[in-house]
């Protein structure tokens, strides 16, 4: 094997001068050394290197999750200065460790150090001297994340060899940062996706050596990339959404520690150099006012590091610190020093750049364990100045959030559980979440949805989140209604636009909670009196009486989603029932769900006690079809629903990441089974065995592509025979092509602007906004909603028309006029008119089929739980109406 240059150097060097000539390289003492090594770095020949371990020299082939998994305990079982803890599973049921590393001494006394950790994480209750002598103890705490993206495989290898360097280094440095540190390394964020990125460079293994061409398929990947997990989300995404056991596991075991250091590592395109922090602009304006100080005192010290080999480096381009989502974003905002490093990808791990030189995995991981390496030394160095800003970035947010305006935010409980499962979701994110006792009247409320302000009246149960918290910058940063853009940003980001250049949001403007959640949600100045924590309350499933005629549920919660989804799974035969009505005083609103005992199997009710027990649902015995008010069950008006057999399309050229968001929402949401199908398979497939088919975002040209006439023929007559077709954001576009026959709506052609250089289109596309909508209420694909209007996520420059000759119940969901369809996020000045009564929800009869348009994606990323009820009831009911 090919061994590191600096290690086979510095071999040479000492044979030379110890007279022993090339055989040295064959010595114990040689094996002592890692590719990473910093010269002067001595190591115990009592803890094998990773050679040893692994059969192969750290960076010069991709190490498996299986191997990784082998090196870490055997590491652990040779060096007392490591703990190893499993932090939970993927999907895929891959183990997630989290390696703990400091000096014997310090992991002795873990317990003490995390009672420090948060001692200095929440001043509340502390004595004068408590917080001085905490951080007297207490070893700065130091988390490492790496290769959350499973194609930026190299991240998992320098954390080897920094595991390596820990546990084994014997020389001052080393010593000096275990007894100063506890160092936390997650080795491996994404082992879904990273196996198949290393699954892809063994299969395409040759004795001639894999491409170095980065249009070759090891390099390229195939079809979705292996950036993504196994529901093919963007993990870096996920922090608080948690929506993978990958996101929980970590969060959980963030929140014990309180770190004060983060560091997550990523790649970027082969042909650039390294980055790491700063960032760039826009900054989250809730980010802690301490960062910019150690972001230039870390950056110090990575330069250094860099310098003494040469490399090259940038910072404050390229990546911004505003989305809380991210990585080290998140982590900024519980006060800790958040950085993203990004190094050159080494795509299979060799590949040509644009000047010519060839990227290796070796060298990737290189200059990422350097830069890790120089920020522990740094921790380790600064520990007390560290350690005491932290502290007072946490006293400071309760103080600050205290003095207002906005001092935090209440949000009252609905029939469909929605604000419980946000009150779960902040509990999740290690925020303090309380509750009223009794009805509270607010003298002065802003609502979220409405702008408006006045006097409150909040139930018995209500929540509130006090933002004078220690997680307070947290806490704001996920649910102030609209989250604020630097002037000067904008400024320059609307001169670009001008010239014709390419914008700089790099991620969506738009997130706050109690908007994607869809709860009744108001800011105040200041908390009502006589609060108690939260305690969620949680379903107590109760027998379900015997019933000879039948049973009924409500409709729009989660909970009545899976049970409907359940129900239709088992075969059990359900209506639809339009109309409200009361039954033995029990009131149910539109679109309630009946099931009639005797148009089912003699088992009927077993069935119905398992899944609402499985669903956590309620249903209600209904004694008879006369009912007290409103429409009689045995009415025409109550229909069917069919048993939908649902086909979702994958495989290139569909979008990976949206095809799991939809794919997740069946899994997982739905929990409702469905076939993926590719273009393939629609051209010459057997498209009949299926009711509903549902294309996530695809581009219209590289479907068309993808199908060719004879494909797209075959969709379009499968739906004009009766078949259910769903299209998501992009796929809308291809849907409302003339060509395809199937919709009058149409894709506006407006962008080119006269105010922009030259007259070039600008980019009007918009960056993940929340905007007002108006909605039918009367169509089945809004059952359990009542609102008249909601919010709604848009992240495109797609705008559909509405035709002349527009039909009761196709434009279900519209986006309001311009003056108030912003709702927050940011808008390019035309857009508020261009989409203003625009449809976001489109629905038309084709033939004996149906064809359900989504503008934007209902179910993205798993944040959007107000609108997951409208991607459901185009699942499940599509088919009925």
Same mark, same amino acid.
């Given at each position: 094997m090919i061994r590191s240059t600096f290690a086979s150097t510095l071999t040479a060097r000492v044979a030379a001068l110890l007279g022993l000539g090339a055989s040295l390289a064959l010595a114990p003492a040689a094996e002592a050394q890692h590719t990473f090594a910093d010269p002067g770095?001595?190591? *115990?020949?009592?803890?094998? !290197?990773? &050679?040893? #371990?692994?059969g192969y020299e750290l960076g010069s082939r991709f190490t498996t999750h299986r191997q990784m998994m082998r090196y870490i305990e055997r590491i652990a079982a040779t060096s007392k200065r490591v703990k190893v803890d499993t932090i939970g599973r993927s999907f895929e049921g891959r183990e997630m460790l989290l390696l703990t590393i400091s000096s014997e001494a310090n992991l002795a006394r873990v317990a003490e150090i995390k009672r420090d950790a948060q001692r200095i994480a929440d001043p509340r209750g502390a004595g004068a001297g408590d917080i001085d002598a905490a951080i007297k103890r207490l070893p700065s705490i130091v988390w490492l994340a790496h290769s959350v993206h499973g194609g930026e495989a190299s991240g998992v290898e320098a954390g080897l060899g920094l595991l390596y360097q820990l546990a084994a280094g014997t020389d001052a440095n080393t010593r000096m940062s275990l007894d100063? !540190? %506890? %160092?936390? #390394? *997650?080795? =491996?964020? =994404?082992?879904?996706?990273?196996? @198949? +990125? !290393? +699954? *892809?460079?063994?299969?395409?293994?040759?004795?001639m050596g894999l491409a170095s061409d980065a249009s070759a398929m090891n390099n390229a990947g195939s079809w979705p990339g292996p950036r993504t997990s196994h529901y093919?989300? $963007?993990l870096n995404r996920d922090w608080?959404?948690?929506?993978?056991?990958?996101?929980?596991? @970590? %969060?959980?075991?963030?929140?014990?520690?309180?770190? +004060?250091?983060?560091? $997550?590592?990523?790649? &970027?395109?082969?042909s650039s150099s390294f980055y790491f922090a700063p960032p760039r602009e826009p900054d989250n304006q809730n980010n802690p006012k301490h960062?910019?100080?150690?972001? $230039?005192?870390? /950056? /110090? /010290?990575?330069?250094?590091a860099f310098d003494v080999h040469g490399w090259s480096y940038f910072r404050r381009e390229g990546y911004d610190s505003f989305y809380p989502g991210y990585g080290e974003g998140w982590p900024m905002l519980t006060g800790s020093v958040g950085m993203l490093f990004e190094s050159a990808s080494s795509a299979g791990g060799s590949v040509m750049r644009n000047d010519g030189t060839l990227r290796t995995l070796k060298q990737a991981a290189w200059e990422h364990f350097t830069a890790e390496w120089a920020t522990v030394r740094t921790s380790a160095s600064r520990r007390t100045e560290l350690l005491r800003d932290y502290a007072a970035v946490r006293a400071g947010a309760i103080t600050t959030h205290a003095k207002g305006p906005m001092r935090g935010m209440v949000f009252a409980r609905d029939a469909e559980g929605r604000a419980d499962s946000l009150a779960v979701k902040l509990l999740e994110n290690g925020l303090e979440v309380q509750m009223v006792r009794g009805s509270t009247t607010l003298p002065s409320a802003t609502s979220y949805f409405q702008g408006t302000t006045s006097a409150v009246t909040l139930k018995d149960g209500g929540y509130v989140v006090d933002f004078a918290q220690p997680m307070g910058h947290l806490a704001k940063a996920l649910l102030e209604p609209d989250a604020a853009l630097d002037s000067a940003f904008l400024k320059f980001e609307l001169e670009l636009r001008r010239t014709g250049q390419r914008n700089r949001f790099y991620d969506m403007t738009a997130w706050s909670l109690p908007l994607a959640w869809r709860v009744e949600a108001w800011t105040v100045p200041a908390m009502p009196a006589g609060l108690v924590a939260a305690e969620v309350p949680s379903m107590n499933i109760m027998g379900v009486p015997r019933s000879n005629y039948g049973y009924a549920f409500a409709p729009g919660s989660e909970s009545s989603i899976r049970l409907l989804a359940s129900l239709l799974s088992d075969s059990v035969r359900v209506w639809y029932a339009p109309n409200s009505f009361t039954s033995k005083g029990q009131k149910f609103p539109n679109g309630a769900f009946v099931i009639r005992v005797a148009f089912n199997r003699p088992e009927v009710h077993d069935i119905i006690v398992r899944r609402v027990a499985e669903a956590r649902a309620t249903i209600v015995p209904i004694p008879s079809a006369g009912v007290d008010e409103g429409t009689d069950l045995g009415s025409n008006s109550v229909i069917p629903v069919q048993r939908p057999k649902v086909a979702l399309l994958g495989g290139a050229p569909v979008n990976g990441t949206s095809f799991g968001f939809s794919w997740y929402a069946m899994d997982q949401r739905l929990k409702y089974p469905s076939t993926i199908i590719d273009a393939n398979f629609v051209g010459s497939g057997d498209l009949a065995q299926f009711t509903t088919i549902v294309v996530p975002s695809v581009q219209a040209a590289a479907l068309d592509r993808a199908l060719g006439d004879g494909g797209r023929d075959r969709l379009v007559n499968w739906v004009r025979n009766g078949g259910t077709l769903i299209a998501l954001d992009a796929a809308s576009a291809w849907l409302a092509q003339e060509r395809v026959g199937l919709v009058r709506t149409r894709v506006r052609r407006d962008s080119a602007r006269a105010d922009s250089a030259g007259g070039a289109p600008l980019p009007s596309s918009l960056p993940g906004v929340m905007a007002r909508a108006s909605i039918d209420t009367l169509s089945p694909l809004m059952a359990g909603i009542t609102n008249k209007e909601i919010p709604v996520f848009a992240n495109s420059d797609r705008v559909f028309t509405v035709p002349r000759d527009l039909r009761a119940g196709e434009a279900i969901v519209r986006f309001a006029a311009a003056p108030r369809v912003r709702i927050s996020g940011f808008y390019w000045p035309e857009m508020p008119a261009r989409i203003a009564g625009s449809p976001y929800l489109w629905t038309e009869r084709a033939g004996r089929g149906r064809v359900i348009l989504f503008a934007h994606d209902p179910v993205y990323r798993d944040q959007l739980r107000g609108t997951l009820a409208l991607f459901a009831n185009a699942v499940l009911l599509g088919g009925s109406f």
């Amino acid at each position: 094997m090919i061994r590191s240059t600096f290690a086979s150097t510095l071999t040479a060097r000492v044979a030379a001068l110890l007279g022993l000539g090339a055989s040295l390289a064959l010595a114990p003492a040689a094996e002592a050394q890692h590719t990473f090594a910093d010269p002067g770095a001595t190591f *115990d020949p009592a803890v094998p !290197t990773p &050679q040893a #371990i692994l059969g192969y020299e750290l960076g010069s082939r991709f190490t498996t999750h299986r191997q990784m998994m082998r090196y870490i305990e055997r590491i652990a079982a040779t060096s007392k200065r490591v703990k190893v803890d499993t932090i939970g599973r993927s999907f895929e049921g891959r183990e997630m460790l989290l390696l703990t590393i400091s000096s014997e001494a310090n992991l002795a006394r873990v317990a003490e150090i995390k009672r420090d950790a948060q001692r200095i994480a929440d001043p509340r209750g502390a004595g004068a001297g408590d917080i001085d002598a905490a951080i007297k103890r207490l070893p700065s705490i130091v988390w490492l994340a790496h290769s959350v993206h499973g194609g930026e495989a190299s991240g998992v290898e320098a954390g080897l060899g920094l595991l390596y360097q820990l546990a084994a280094g014997t020389d001052a440095n080393t010593r000096m940062s275990l007894d100063s !540190t %506890v %160092v936390l #390394i *997650d080795p =491996n964020q =994404n082992p879904d996706g990273r196996e @198949r +990125h !290393t +699954h *892809d460079i063994e299969r395409m293994w040759s004795p001639m050596g894999l491409a170095s061409d980065a249009s070759a398929m090891n390099n390229a990947g195939s079809w979705p990339g292996p950036r993504t997990s196994h529901y093919y989300f $963007d993990l870096n995404r996920d922090w608080y959404a948690q929506s993978h056991p990958e996101s929980r596991g @970590r %969060v959980r075991e963030f929140l014990k520690w309180m770190p +004060h250091v983060a560091v $997550d590592l990523h790649e &970027q395109g082969s042909s650039s150099s390294f980055y790491f922090a700063p960032p760039r602009e826009p900054d989250n304006q809730n980010n802690p006012k301490h960062l910019p100080k150690w972001f $230039d005192i870390f /950056a /110090a /010290a990575h330069g250094a590091a860099f310098d003494v080999h040469g490399w090259s480096y940038f910072r404050r381009e390229g990546y911004d610190s505003f989305y809380p989502g991210y990585g080290e974003g998140w982590p900024m905002l519980t006060g800790s020093v958040g950085m993203l490093f990004e190094s050159a990808s080494s795509a299979g791990g060799s590949v040509m750049r644009n000047d010519g030189t060839l990227r290796t995995l070796k060298q990737a991981a290189w200059e990422h364990f350097t830069a890790e390496w120089a920020t522990v030394r740094t921790s380790a160095s600064r520990r007390t100045e560290l350690l005491r800003d932290y502290a007072a970035v946490r006293a400071g947010a309760i103080t600050t959030h205290a003095k207002g305006p906005m001092r935090g935010m209440v949000f009252a409980r609905d029939a469909e559980g929605r604000a419980d499962s946000l009150a779960v979701k902040l509990l999740e994110n290690g925020l303090e979440v309380q509750m009223v006792r009794g009805s509270t009247t607010l003298p002065s409320a802003t609502s979220y949805f409405q702008g408006t302000t006045s006097a409150v009246t909040l139930k018995d149960g209500g929540y509130v989140v006090d933002f004078a918290q220690p997680m307070g910058h947290l806490a704001k940063a996920l649910l102030e209604p609209d989250a604020a853009l630097d002037s000067a940003f904008l400024k320059f980001e609307l001169e670009l636009r001008r010239t014709g250049q390419r914008n700089r949001f790099y991620d969506m403007t738009a997130w706050s909670l109690p908007l994607a959640w869809r709860v009744e949600a108001w800011t105040v100045p200041a908390m009502p009196a006589g609060l108690v924590a939260a305690e969620v309350p949680s379903m107590n499933i109760m027998g379900v009486p015997r019933s000879n005629y039948g049973y009924a549920f409500a409709p729009g919660s989660e909970s009545s989603i899976r049970l409907l989804a359940s129900l239709l799974s088992d075969s059990v035969r359900v209506w639809y029932a339009p109309n409200s009505f009361t039954s033995k005083g029990q009131k149910f609103p539109n679109g309630a769900f009946v099931i009639r005992v005797a148009f089912n199997r003699p088992e009927v009710h077993d069935i119905i006690v398992r899944r609402v027990a499985e669903a956590r649902a309620t249903i209600v015995p209904i004694p008879s079809a006369g009912v007290d008010e409103g429409t009689d069950l045995g009415s025409n008006s109550v229909i069917p629903v069919q048993r939908p057999k649902v086909a979702l399309l994958g495989g290139a050229p569909v979008n990976g990441t949206s095809f799991g968001f939809s794919w997740y929402a069946m899994d997982q949401r739905l929990k409702y089974p469905s076939t993926i199908i590719d273009a393939n398979f629609v051209g010459s497939g057997d498209l009949a065995q299926f009711t509903t088919i549902v294309v996530p975002s695809v581009q219209a040209a590289a479907l068309d592509r993808a199908l060719g006439d004879g494909g797209r023929d075959r969709l379009v007559n499968w739906v004009r025979n009766g078949g259910t077709l769903i299209a998501l954001d992009a796929a809308s576009a291809w849907l409302a092509q003339e060509r395809v026959g199937l919709v009058r709506t149409r894709v506006r052609r407006d962008s080119a602007r006269a105010d922009s250089a030259g007259g070039a289109p600008l980019p009007s596309s918009l960056p993940g906004v929340m905007a007002r909508a108006s909605i039918d209420t009367l169509s089945p694909l809004m059952a359990g909603i009542t609102n008249k209007e909601i919010p709604v996520f848009a992240n495109s420059d797609r705008v559909f028309t509405v035709p002349r000759d527009l039909r009761a119940g196709e434009a279900i969901v519209r986006f309001a006029a311009a003056p108030r369809v912003r709702i927050s996020g940011f808008y390019w000045p035309e857009m508020p008119a261009r989409i203003a009564g625009s449809p976001y929800l489109w629905t038309e009869r084709a033939g004996r089929g149906r064809v359900i348009l989504f503008a934007h994606d209902p179910v993205y990323r798993d944040q959007l739980r107000g609108t997951l009820a409208l991607f459901a009831n185009a699942v499940l009911l599509g088919g009925s109406f």
